[in-house]
């Protein structure tokens, strides 16, 4: 099981979804690759692994990413064998990523992908969350907000709806999601009880 | 939503749905309609609602249930217009029915239902809690068992299963799918937030 969290910037997603590791330990950040440099207080395989354009070429050349885009003329992706790897170890891999990477990883991995898309409250609660971080012009304020708009465009290829209206109630709707998905048949060995025992 | 809660006679279902019915108040147990006779200390309309075979005969015939079944003998039915009264008042009806019945509701009501088979921990655990009764012959449980092996073969139908090892476990399952399928995208009315807005 994969657990893939899309939703706007603003939405309110990482606060959401650092509580939610808190309390489920077999939840682990997938940590995204990217040519972008690393910002003050960032470590590397951490925050992100920073590689540069070249390393990041050669990692497309090799199908290395599960998903991988350009935003704002940097390039960011998830490598296949990180994923692969969080499960292996008995880990569920818990991916935030765009909406044009969560495609890409639905089309990719399909039934093992939980999907859900975190909705703000409200447009007005979305920009003022934006507003409120104070450290973005107003003209990057209005692209977020476009984007935002863009990105939720597609929240109809997502199986839940998270709305972010309250961070505890959105934290206990994706506790229950694992939970209940955990209980899906198709993700079930077998009959737990067979009739020959 | 429809909650649908089928399993073998000794799963421990109605334990777990009572508790179930405590803490989600939403919940409303659906009452069958039978032409078995009431036993000591049952409620009409509470219990089941007890109706004679030409009663049954005439509800059958105006096609007033969503299902029903001979068990034994007698016949039992889930009636259409329980079940919606109970949806239009804002209630989550709760049917425990059999395998039969609940092949009928799910080929009627579909995607509005959500399914679960509640599995004893194991097939032993299932012999002792029907010998543990100590109110039936060697004869009955024999046939209880023989019939319990029959619903496993239609658990493969039902979306979710939940392995009846610890109540509390098992209701805290219950309470995450029926939260978690309260988030689909599917029965949410629409998007909460608009570009527009």
């Known amino acids: 099981m994969i657990l893939l969290i899309s939703g706007p910037s603003g939405a309110g997603k990482s606060t959401v979804y650092q509580e939610l590791m808190r ?19 960032e470590t590397e395989g951490v ?4 590689v540069d354009e070249p390393a990041f070429d050669r990692l497309v050349a090799a199908d290395a990413f599960l998903e991988w885009a350009h935003v704002h003329d940097r390039r960011y992706g998830t490598r296949r064998d990180h994923v ?6 008995g880990h569920i891999p818990l991916l935030d990523i765009d909406v044009q990477g969560g495609q890409q990883v639905l089309a990719q991995l399909g039934g093992d992908v939980v999907s859900v898309f975190v909705w703000p409250p409200s447009w007005q609660a979305l920009e003022e969350r934006l507003r409120g971080r104070g450290t973005d012009t107003d003209e990057v304020i209005a692209t977020r907000l476009q984007n935002a708009r863009w990105e939720v465009g597609f929240a109809d290829r997502y199986t ?3 709305i972010n209206d309250d961070v505890a109630a959105a934290v206990a709707r994706l506790q229950a999601i694992l939970l209940a998905e955990a209980c899906r048949r198709e993700r079930l060995p077998g009959p737990p009880v067979r009739a020959a025992e």
Do not use: K, M, N
Request: aromatic letters at 16%; a positive charge; glycine letters at 4%.
């Open 84 to 89: 692969r790897q969080l499960e292996a170890a």
């Open 23 to 41: 309390r489920e330990p077999r939840l682990r950040f997938s940590v995204s690759t990217t040519t972008r440099p690393p910002r003050a207080g």
């Open 160 to 162: 839940y709806w998270v």
């Open 47 to 50: 925050d992100y692994h920073f």
